[in-house]
């Protein structure tokens, strides 16, 4: 994933954000001040008490009210979202009604997920009850700009914990129309909260005492900074970073569907997510027919202004972005992978870049063992499906694997060998409130969504009673 602590631009004590379509400054918000962040923080422990105490459902009918709130503003929502990072307008709306949908899932689930669970021992009463820990600072990025707040926040938010936000710099709007949501949801005060510093207030604040716990969607990197700041001051934090997904490929797969689904699981989002399909994985019986296939609709997908409604890949969310990508296409063909298609930015204002190809890679080249975050997508020929799954394994990654075979019960006993936290079978990985979501090796640790990741953040207390 692209670092969560984003690099920022102080201008005149301001961030700045620019529409990657086409390189304008969009606004400067100011930095808040030091008096600013020390009224958010007293403000969050007020606010705490108050959540925490609250009957679970009024915390319940507040994610319903927010819910309802983002399906209002869904439209325009989805504008600020296109402008700032560049995803394609229809998708930006999906990403609303995601989040309202993950909303009304917490309200509707998360008190029988908190209740307390009877525990059989010696005693003439025995429990486990689910305590909030406090207040939980969130380090996000900027591909999902809305999802990212509520796939962590809304069940942190409904086991009675509230959220002080630092969103990545690019997308700082959409993290105040956010709070904005927040603002009259709650009578003793809202719940989520902005916090707008930089990078270098991160480790302070995961300091304060008045920080509960941390988490964080974003880089290797960032996660091993943020990691080692919350263990200096013995904090829980859950981290979701980096990856480099396989698409597995075996020869008695569904042809079309794999590809159909393929070119969207690399594709959406112009590329830029964490659990992307990245390095495609195709078995030898069909590697040649799948990767022509592939190439040409890849080739056909209709580049452009992310929000004209036709658009299926918009630009990427930074030049920078766009140059690490093209260093990274650069280098895996100069040590010996052949390009099928694309390979190069497009000209003209913005940060486009070419829906890219990349067949025969090796390993130990960037687009094996890093993480390409854009429309680029490797692909790998394997002897067979033993094979496949070692070189599935064969990354520092663990987020998410695709597996695509007609034989069910053979894709499910090889999913059993891939080293991820989440393996789809004939489908697009993605997050689904109903189901853990998270890594293992150095895509992170800890999880978000369904009962596990509510009760991430809680005090899992165990309650003895006797006469």
Same mark, same amino acid.
């Given at each position: 994933?692209?670092?969560?602590?984003?690099?920022?631009?102080?201008?005149?004590?301001?961030?700045?954000?620019?529409?990657?379509?086409?390189?304008?400054?969009?606004?400067?918000?100011?930095?808040?001040?030091?008096?600013?962040?020390?009224?958010?923080?007293?403000?969050?422990?007020?606010?705490?008490?108050?959540?925490?105490?609250?009957?679970?459902?009024?915390?319940?009918?507040?994610?319903?009210?927010?819910?309802?709130?983002?399906?209002?503003?869904?439209?325009?929502?989805?504008?600020?979202?296109?402008?700032?990072?560049?995803?394609?307008?229809?998708?930006?709306?999906?990403?609303?009604?995601?989040?309202?949908?993950?909303?009304?899932?917490?309200?509707?689930?998360?008190?029988?997920?908190?209740?307390?669970?009877?525990?059989?021992? @010696?005693?003439?009463?025995?429990?486990?009850?689910?305590?909030?820990?406090?207040?939980?600072?969130?380090?996000?990025?900027?591909?999902?700009?809305?999802?990212?707040?509520?796939?962590?926040?809304?069940?942190?938010?409904?086991?009675?914990?509230?959220?002080?936000?630092?969103?990545?710099?690019?997308?700082?709007?959409?993290?105040?129309?956010?709070?904005?949501?927040?603002?009259?949801?709650?009578?003793?005060?809202?719940?989520?909260?902005?916090?707008?510093?930089?990078?270098?207030?991160?480790?302070?604040?995961?300091?304060?005492?008045?920080?509960?716990?941390?988490?964080?969607?974003?880089?290797?990197?960032?996660?091993?900074?943020?990691?080692?700041?919350?263990?200096?001051?013995?904090?829980?934090?859950?981290?979701?970073?980096?990856?480099?997904?396989?698409?597995?490929?075996?020869?008695?797969?569904?042809?079309?569907?794999?590809?159909?689904?393929?070119?969207?699981?690399?594709?959406?989002?112009?590329?830029?997510?964490?659990?992307?399909?990245?390095?495609?994985?195709?078995?030898?019986?069909?590697?040649?027919?799948?990767?022509?296939?592939?190439?040409?609709?890849?080739?056909?997908?209709?580049?452009?202004?992310?929000?004209?409604?036709?658009?299926?890949?918009?630009?990427?969310?930074?030049?920078?972005?766009?140059?690490?990508?093209?260093?990274?296409?650069?280098?895996?063909?100069?040590?010996?992978?052949?390009?099928?298609?694309?390979?190069?930015?497009?000209?003209?204002?913005?940060?486009?870049?070419?829906?890219?190809?990349?067949?025969?890679?090796?390993?130990?080249?960037?687009?094996?063992?890093?993480?390409?975050?854009?429309?680029?997508?490797?692909?790998?020929?394997?002897?067979?499906?033993?094979?496949?799954?070692?070189?599935?394994?064969?990354?520092?990654?663990g987020l998410g694997c695709n597996i695509w075979s007609r034989d069910v019960e053979r894709a499910q006993r090889l999913a059993a060998r891939v080293e991820a936290g989440n393996v789809w079978i004939n489908g697009m990985v993605a997050s689904d409130p109903r189901l853990p979501?998270?890594?293992?090796?150095? @895509?992170?640790?800890?999880?978000?969504?369904?009962?596990?990741?509510?009760?991430?953040?809680?005090?899992?207390?165990?309650?003895?009673?006797?006469?």
């Amino acid at each position: 994933m692209v670092d969560g602590m984003i690099r920022t631009m102080k201008i005149l004590e301001a961030i700045e954000t620019v529409n990657p379509a086409t390189g304008q400054v969009l606004e400067r918000i100011p930095y808040a001040t030091a008096a600013e962040i020390e009224e958010r923080l007293d403000g969050a422990m007020r606010t705490q008490r108050a959540w925490a105490s609250a009957p679970i459902e009024k915390r319940a009918a507040t994610l319903a009210l927010v819910a309802k709130q983002l399906r209002e503003h869904r439209d325009r929502l989805a504008e600020t979202a296109t402008t700032a990072m560049g995803k394609p307008i229809a998708q930006a709306r999906a990403e609303v009604e995601k989040c309202a949908v993950g909303c009304e899932y917490f309200a509707e689930h998360g008190p029988a997920m908190l209740a307390d669970e009877p525990a059989q021992t @010696s005693a003439l009463r025995s429990y486990v009850a689910f305590r909030p820990l406090g207040p939980l600072f969130e380090i996000m990025p900027w591909n999902f700009p809305y999802w990212q707040i509520f796939r962590a926040g809304a069940p942190a938010l409904m086991a009675g914990n509230v959220l002080l936000l630092k969103h990545a710099a690019q997308t700082t709007r959409c993290a105040l129309d956010v709070e904005a949501l927040f603002a009259d949801s709650f009578d003793g005060g809202s719940p989520l909260q902005v916090l707008l510093v930089d990078d270098e207030e991160s480790d302070r604040l995961i300091a304060d005492p008045r920080i509960a716990a941390v988490t964080l969607t974003g880089s290797e990197r960032a996660g091993v900074a943020v990691a080692s700041a919350a263990a200096s001051a013995l904090k829980k934090c859950v981290l979701e970073l980096g990856g480099s997904d396989p698409f597995i490929v075996l020869a008695d797969a569904d042809m079309e569907q794999a590809v159909k689904v393929g070119v969207t699981a690399r594709f959406q989002n112009n590329g830029q997510s964490c659990i992307a399909a990245k390095r495609f994985i195709v078995e030898s019986g069909a590697y040649d027919e799948y990767l022509d296939r592939f190439a040409a609709a890849a080739r056909a997908l209709r580049v452009g202004d992310p929000m004209d409604e036709g658009v299926r890949l918009g630009p990427c969310a930074r030049k920078d972005l766009r140059e690490t990508l093209h260093r990274q296409v650069t280098q895996t063909i100069q040590r010996g992978a052949s390009l099928v298609t694309g390979g190069k930015a497009i000209e003209g204002p913005g940060f486009f870049y070419e829906p890219t190809v990349v067949c025969d890679v090796p390993s130990a080249t960037p687009m094996w063992d890093e993480e390409t975050f854009g429309p680029a997508a490797a692909f790998v020929k394997a002897r067979d499906a033993d094979e496949a799954i070692a070189m599935a394994n064969d990354s520092r990654y663990g987020l998410g694997c695709n597996i695509w075979s007609r034989d069910v019960e053979r894709a499910q006993r090889l999913a059993a060998r891939v080293e991820a936290g989440n393996v789809w079978i004939n489908g697009m990985v993605a997050s689904d409130p109903r189901l853990p979501f998270g890594g293992v090796k150095l @895509s992170g640790f800890g999880r978000e969504l369904s009962h596990f990741g509510i009760h991430e953040f809680t005090n899992i207390q165990s309650v003895w009673i006797n006469e």
